[in-house]
């Protein structure tokens, strides 16, 4: 699934490793914010492994959790 804005793909979550997710949305109290969590498939649920949060666009947030998810798996 991608979504384009001016056809230009921000976020691709063909791109997300196996086993892994990415639930970035804006933060509640904080329009203009945006928050990632990341999710890694354990053997019956999805575990969350980190959130952050005050990115100024999703597109920061995406990329700051396909980060994590690399350093993550550089680690196993």
């Known amino acids: 699934m991608e979504l384009r804005?001016?056809?230009k793909i921000i976020m691709n979550t063909e791109n997300i490793p196996k086993g892994w997710w990415l639930n970035v949305t804006v933060m509640a109290?904080?329009?203009?914010?945006f928050i990632v969590?990341?999710?890694r498939k354990g053997k019956t649920v999805w575990i969350t492994e980190?959130?952050?949060?005050?990115f100024d666009?999703?597109?920061d947030a995406y990329d700051w959790g396909m980060a994590f998810i690399e350093k993550y798996n550089s680690k196993s």
């Open 37 to 39: 969590g990341v999710m």
């Open 29 to 33: 109290r904080y329009q203009d914010q």
């Open 57 to 59: 666009n999703s597109n």
């Open 5 to 7: 804005i001016t056809n």
């Open 50 to 54: 980190t959130v952050k949060g005050y």
